[in-house]
């Protein structure tokens, strides 16, 4: 074999090795991102359970009239209730059987 052709081989092996080199670097740099990313994502949809949590907790009967009150807004109450006796007929509710308590007393 002569000078020429040794030199090329070995030229072209060289490049080869840079090559497989670079594509390895590549392939662990790429592989890094990829876990990087992995726990972004994690972390992210903690925060979005954790946030859909709170929404849920925000709009529930007892917080939106905790804020209504806070913020001056009257919350209605009941001004009374009826209370019907055991074996009354709603012949009886409607000529005033049932008992009128103001307040819940």
Do not use: C
């Amino acid at each position: 074999m002569d000078l020429h052709r040794l030199a090329m081989l070995v030229v072209l092996l060289t490049l080869i090795g840079f090559i497989t080199v670079f594509q390895q670097v590549r392939t662990w740099r790429l592989g890094y991102r990829i876990n990087e990313l992995r726990e972004k994502k994690r972390l992210l949809q903690e925060e979005q359970r954790r946030m859909q949590l709170e929404v849920a907790r925000g709009l529930s009967s007892a917080s939106l009239m905790e804020r209504a009150q806070a913020l001056g807004v009257n919350v209605g109450t009941p001004s009374g209730y009826n209370v019907v006796r055991v074996g009354s007929t709603a012949a009886d509710l409607v000529g005033g059987a049932g008992e009128k308590m103001e307040g819940g007393q």
